[in-house]
């Protein structure tokens, strides 16, 4: 099951402002608190954040909002966090932060072929992400064969994934993170 929230509505219901802005640390921090919240109450793996309708996003909220969010969701907890919705500028402050940090974050958007990553991602983490939403789901052996890579590798590729959170693992197998 997938949690939706949409970041407008929570901006302005926690700091009761008119605009659709995140912007100054403390308003991140305070969103960051209700999202928080909201992720413990509702009872779904997944947690989809919507940023369709939020204005401008500086630095600090995108650090205060996503990075510590994901900070402090801990590996292994069974919960994601994907983002939709994004502008270039939403986009550009979240990758920032999240590479400063070493950590990424999946987006989709009606317009790709397949969920993107933000964030710190080397390339060969790149390349078996995309062929793990290629196969729908795959185990080490599996994804040392299609990529003609050494098991060793293959293993350690997809364990870095899972404990980034951007593929689900589940008793040697690992998948994409349902958002449908």
């Not at 912007?23 to 940023?51: H, K, M, N």
Request: charged share 20%; hydrophobic share 45%.
């Amino acid at each position: 099951m997938i949690h939706t929230i949409k970041l407008d509505r929570v901006l302005r219901e926690t700091v009761a402002t008119p605009y659709h802005d995140l912007v100054t640390r403390p308003t991140g921090a305070a969103v960051r608190t209700s999202i928080e919240q909201a992720i413990a109450e509702a009872d779904a793996a997944t947690t989809l954040l919507d940023f369709s309708s939020v204005g401008l996003m500086d630095f600090s909220c995108a650090d205060e909002v996503i990075a510590k969010l994901l900070l402090r969701t801990e590996p292994g907890s069974g919960h994601y966090v994907v983002l939709q919705g994004l502008r270039e500028d939403h986009t550009e402050a979240i990758d920032h932060v999240l590479t400063h940090h070493s950590l990424a974050v999946l987006v989709i958007s009606p317009d790709d072929d397949g969920p993107r990553v933000l964030g710190s991602l080397p390339p060969d983490l790149q390349v078996a992400l995309a062929m793990v939403h290629r196969l729908g789901s795959t185990d080490a052996a599996g994804l040392a064969d299609t990529l003609l890579w050494p098991l060793e590798r293959a293993m350690e590729a997809l364990e870095a994934l899972a404990f980034l959170r951007v593929v689900q693992a589940a008793d040697g197998a690992y998948q994409p993170i349902l958002v449908q």
